[in-house]
């Protein structure tokens, strides 16, 4: 089981780094070098702005407070966690999908290891990599922040929790491409497959705003940490916590009984 592990880190460690580095860069440049171009420009951007309807507010985050640090860093998290799902999507379905796709499956499932082994050693791999990059992200933010606040931004301990969404957005969308990499009979283009479950993301987490229902948030997993309660609480709700967690446990449980019991196509 170790060696899948360790042959499993080796493959992904050059997705976890470029994860790693797409993620630091787009909150350098939004969050580093944005936000004090706004907050320092404002009567113009509100002017800009103004001219746009609504809707368009609504669909990408863009809300009255986007002067404050928590209102932009609020604005930003959106992007932020679709950099996040889709790399995190993209390591559970290459991972699980690695050996179908490459026709060695049969030689992995013949190895002295249970099935269940191997489906362990492969998720401890992705989830070692969810906790890398999410520590650095983690670290990053607070750097970020201290650099450029203007003293009326929110408290450390709440932004560390606020921060903890984008990691936390990696573990749901880790599932969903684990569960899609054991379904799927054929995977043609990983990041393809990712890119769009990052964007379905994305694209539902507007959905609450466009509407007025809150309702929406159920199939809208980036909304599952709501950085308005973890910014002015220092918390996340306890409800959509559960839900995250409920999504990703039964995508898991699910991927495991499908690769336990699945038999090997003849070629």
């Known amino acids: 089981m170790i060696h899948v ?6 493959s992904l460690a050059r997705g976890f780094a470029v994860a790693a580095v797409a993620l630091l860069g787009l909150l350098v440049l939004f969050v580093g070098g944005a936000y004090p171009i706004y907050r320092d420009a404002k009567p113009q951007v509100m002017a800009i702005l103004d001219d746009f309807p ?13 002067f404050t640090f928590a209102g932009f860093y609020r604005f930003s998290y959106l992007y932020l966690a679709l950099i996040a799902a889709i790399a995190a999507g993209s390591w559970g379905l290459g991972s699980f999908s690695r050996e179908r796709r490459a026709k060695t499956l049969d ?4 190895m002295p290891v249970g099935r269940g082994g191997v489906f362990a050693a492969k998720l401890f791999a992705c989830l070692t990599g969810v906790a890398v ?5 983690v670290g990053a933010l ?3 922040a201290t650099a450029v606040d203007d003293g009326a ?8 929790v606020a921060s903890l969404a984008v990691p936390g957005v990696a573990v749901v969308f880790l599932a969903f491409g684990a569960l899609l990499g054991v379904a799927l ?10 890119t769009g479950l990052g964007v379905m993301g994305f694209a539902t987490a507007s959905l609450p705003g466009l509407t007025g229902e809150d309702s929406w948030r159920a ?5 599952y940490f709501s950085q308005d309660t973890a910014l002015g609480e220092g918390r996340f709700e306890t409800g959509w916590l559960v839900a995250a967690a409920a999504v990703a446990v039964c995508c898991f449980a699910v991927s495991w009984v499908l690769f336990v019991r699945k038999d090997v196509r003849a070629r």
């Open 5 to 10: 592990f360790l042959f499993e880190l080796r």
């Open 142 to 144: 607070q750097l970020v």
């Open 54 to 66: 609504p809707q368009f507010a609504a669909a990408f985050g863009v809300s009255d407070d986007i």
């Open 133 to 137: 990059v999410g520590a650095l992200y």
């Open 107 to 110: 030689f992995l499932l013949t």
């Open 185 to 194: 009979r054929r995977v043609r283009s990983v990041p393809g497959i990712a």
């Open 153 to 160: 931004g929110v408290e450390a301990g709440h932004l560390a």
């Open 219 to 223: 199939i809208a997993p980036f909304l």
